[in-house]
């Protein structure tokens, strides 16, 4: 049997499926038109408070120490950010000299670098170490935007996502019990959409948050956590489902090969969110049979490639 820290531990993964899929659907949304000054506009500025830093917490929930592990998971997901990207450069080689400045054409495939980058940083996280990275990140961001000297924009974007993946690995079993506390969730849900009502969008790869980049991250765990408690929900209440599992397990394919259907939509000008709610739920069901196949067959493209032993 497992203790309560520990059993929390040990449903993560069927848990886990349930908050994937939720944000994935959450990107296809972020990533569609919705008209300037409307709700889906503030409903989408709600979304890209979280919707990025969400996945860092899931791999920051699964971190595991370890130099060799950590340097391999660089290296494939690198090779995914190849594999996705050179389609446009076999179109345009000017796109090479772009992805050198982090300027990337496949835009989504930015977090495979980053997250790439903070597995190899972070191979080893004890609460000295992790405190350390964490301080030093949001100094680095703090040091960014006020003074305006010129970094690389991966730096910023790495540096931002380390406070996520780190506080979360440090704290995963404190942070897991408070989503048992419905109350507290309906107090986070609600200060993160107030909050993002009152200081607009921000967007983790171009280094766009609010003021105070503390705020930032509190407000996106005020977001983040809600969702893990109602994925919990849906794991407890719903049956296993294999659409779930596949589409869950194979995030790392939508998120590398989205961006173009969902810039088409955008091109449409649909602008509604009810609309864009439908197109998310059938892009994802016209996803599974696709991704039922690359987790069945071509593991290699959601980055299971193992170059270190």
């Known amino acids: 049997m497992c203790g309560t820290a520990e059993k929390n531990i040990c449903y993560y993964p069927n848990l886990l499926d349930y908050l994937r899929v939720l944000g994935i659907s959450f990107v296809l949304l972020g990533h569609l038109y919705y008209e300037p000054e409307s709700i889906g506009k503030k409903f989408d500025a709600w979304i890209y408070t979280f919707h990025m830093p969400l996945f860092f917490f899931i791999s920051g929930l699964f971190h595991k120490d370890g130099f060799k592990k950590n340097l391999n998971a660089l290296l494939s997901m690198v090779f995914v950010f190849l594999l996705f990207n050179i389609p446009y450069v076999l179109k345009n080689p000017e796109y090479v000299s772009a992805i050198l400045k982090f300027k990337i054409p496949n835009v989504p495939t930015w977090f495979f670098l ?24 949001l100094i680095f961001i703090v040091l960014y935007h006020n003074y305006r000297f010129t970094c690389h924009q991966y730096l910023l974007s790495f540096s931002m996502a380390i406070p996520f993946y780190v506080l ?3 704290y995963k ?7 048992r506390k419905k109350w507290l969730m ?46 919990e929900y849906l794991w407890r209440k719903v049956r296993p489902n294999e659409i779930i599992f596949y589409l869950s397990r194979t995030t790392g394919f939508i998120v590398a090969t989205h961006y173009m259907i969902t810039t088409s939509f955008r091109k449409i000008e649909l602008g509604g969110i009810v609309v864009n709610v439908i197109i998310s739920v059938a892009l994802l069901l016209l ?14 493209l959601i980055g299971k490639v193992q170059f270190i032993k």
């Open 114 to 137: 980053t997250l790439g980058g903070v597995k190899l940083i972070c191979y080893k996280i004890t609460y000295m170490r992790g405190s350390i990275l964490v301080l030093i990140s």
């Open 168 to 170: 979360t690995a440090l």
């Open 173 to 179: 079993d404190y942070l897991v019990s408070m989503t």
């Open 186 to 231: 309906f107090i986070f849900i609600s200060l993160s959409v107030g909050c993002s009502l009152l200081h607009g969008r921000c967007d983790m790869y171009q280094g766009i948050y609010w003021r105070s980049i503390l705020l930032y991250v509190l407000m996106a765990y005020f977001a983040i956590l809600p969702l893990y408690s109602f994925s």
């Open 287 to 300: 996803y599974y049979p696709i991704c039922k196949w690359v987790y069945s067959r071509a593991r290699f």
